[in-house]
């Protein structure tokens, strides 16, 4: 069964961690390696001879054939950072390697950092996350419906126009028997030209589209999606349909997954993020012992974004 596969499998340990990245030299290693995998290239002109001086007990690559000076961190999410990178290692470790979402709280307690730091530890890790998922798309038999995030949803729609609840779109690719693969979450209104907009970025156009009878899922046709419609009365009962087994687990997991993790405030703010770290996760539940390379590669490629752009909320449209 898929979710024993998800549940048995092995993880890094911690023991394998600590020892891959246990100190700060052995994280600037690795980090070199992942940022530079076939040897410097200057981020300027691609350059690849270069020299290495230290400036401040910091370590900076100069480029032989342009003025350019590059720190490890420098140009990536990382950049300007005062915490050690073994914090930023662990709490990466600790954000994969969990079945649950880890809280910025909890991030303090386990790292011995103050709130503000694992905070901003999280969000920058979670940007990073929502960047690589930014432009997933979803094609074959695709599964898609709406809920909201802080709010119930047993009991099938009766989220639907509730106040002060962030409605976001979920779809999920299966396999043709209804075996979930990959999924895509977005907070968006539940609109007919949200909905469009999501499937034009989100759905392939070969993709069939199982929605229930919400008028606006008929606009992943717009895209030239096949959308099969199955209409639902509402209730328990559409919850239970075997057509919606996919999206209907993955809203499940993602409730438990987010339950008394995170204070709703943090929802409305920033949701983006935190169905984005979900999403990451999800679509890499297969592969836990490289999901943390994957994340360091994805930290690499995230542009830096200080504090104050990180704290902007972003408005669900
Ligand atoms: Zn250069």
Redesign the pocket.
């Known amino acids: 069964m898929a979710t024993n596969r998800v549940q048995f499998q092995r993880g890094l340990s911690m023991s394998e961690f600590f020892e891959r990245y246990g100190t700060e030299d052995k994280c600037r290693q690795a980090l070199e390696a992942a940022r530079w995998p076939r040897g410097f290239a ?6 690849a001879a270069r020299s290495v001086f230290e400036r401040g007990g910091m370590r900076y690559w100069q ?1 032989a ?4 000076q590059t720190s490890l961190t420098s140009g990536t999410i990382f950049q300007g950072t005062k915490l050690a990178l073994r914090v930023w290692f662990q709490a990466m470790q600790l954000l994969t390697q969990s079945k649950n979402n880890v809280s910025a709280l909890e991030l303090r307690r386990q790292l011995g950092v103050n709130y503000h730091s694992a905070w901003l530890l999280k969000h920058k890790i979670m940007q990073a996350m929502r960047l690589t998922e930014d432009g997933r798309e979803l094609d074959g038999r695709v599964e898609i419906d709406d809920a909201y995030l802080g709010g119930e949803r047993s009991g099938g729609k009766r989220g639907r126009g509730s106040e002060n609840k962030v409605p976001f779109i979920a779809a999920v690719q299966t396999t043709p028997s209804g075996k979930p693969i990959v999924a895509c979450l977005r907070a968006q209104p539940h609109t007919i030209e949200q909905v469009g907009a999501f499937a034009a970025t989100h759905i392939a156009p070969t993709a069939t589209v199982i929605s229930d009878g919400l008028s606006c899922f008929r606009a992943t046709a717009l895209v030239g999606a096949e959308h099969q419609r199955v209409v639902t009365g509402g209730g328990k009962a559409s919850v239970e349909r075997p057509e919606f087994k996919a999206i209907n687990t993955l809203l499940g997991n993602l409730k438990t997954a987010i339950t008394g993790t995170y204070h709703a405030f943090d929802f409305t703010k920033y949701a983006h993020r935190y169905l984005a770290e979900f999403q990451f996760r999800f679509n890499r539940r297969f592969n836990m012992r490289t999901i943390f390379h994957r994340l360091l590669r994805s930290m690499l490629q995230a542009p830096p974004t200080p504090e104050p752009a990180i704290r902007t909320a972003e408005a669900c449209t």
């Open positions: 200057c981020p300027a002109c691609g350059g480029c054939a342009c003025p350019h």
